[in-house]
């Protein structure tokens, strides 16, 4: 029982495990496909007053507010109470939060929440069975 029960959590592991190679890539590379990850995860919230973000500049500048525009290399974040809207490049963002998750976002860390539950059981199960 022991030795299967190893064997299913190896399995588990290595099935949740993904191992990437590393390259070599310059820091522009690396931006470049950061601020892509942003424009896409801009695209997904779209625009409206319901897609409150917080964004966070590489100058340190913070923002809040909800997303009125998105163009090809920058979108704007409007201030519900002022009304002030500021464009911001999607290279100078360093993080950003928002609230409008899909609900295929919120499904995939159900599951993600789900493996690790398992997988924490059954290592725990195995390291008692000592």
Request: net charge positive.
């Amino acid at each position: 029982m022991k030795k299967l029960l190893t064997i299913m959590v190896a399995c588990l592991v290595m099935t949740a495990v993904s191992v990437r190679p590393v390259g070599a890539t310059s820091n522009a590379e690396k931006e470049a496909r950061f601020a892509g990850k942003v424009k896409l995860g801009i695209e997904k919230l779209g625009t409206g007053s319901n897609t409150r973000v917080e964004v966070k500049l590489k100058d340190k500048t913070r923002l809040k507010g909800y997303i009125s525009e998105i163009g090809e290399n920058e979108f704007a974040v409007t201030d519900p109470k002022t009304g002030a809207s500021n464009t911001v490049a999607y290279a100078d963002v360093k993080q950003i939060k928002g609230n409008n998750m899909s609900t295929g976002a919120k499904i995939a860390i159900g599951v993600a929440v789900g493996v690790g539950l398992v997988l924490l059981i059954s290592w725990l199960i195995a390291t008692h069975l000592d």
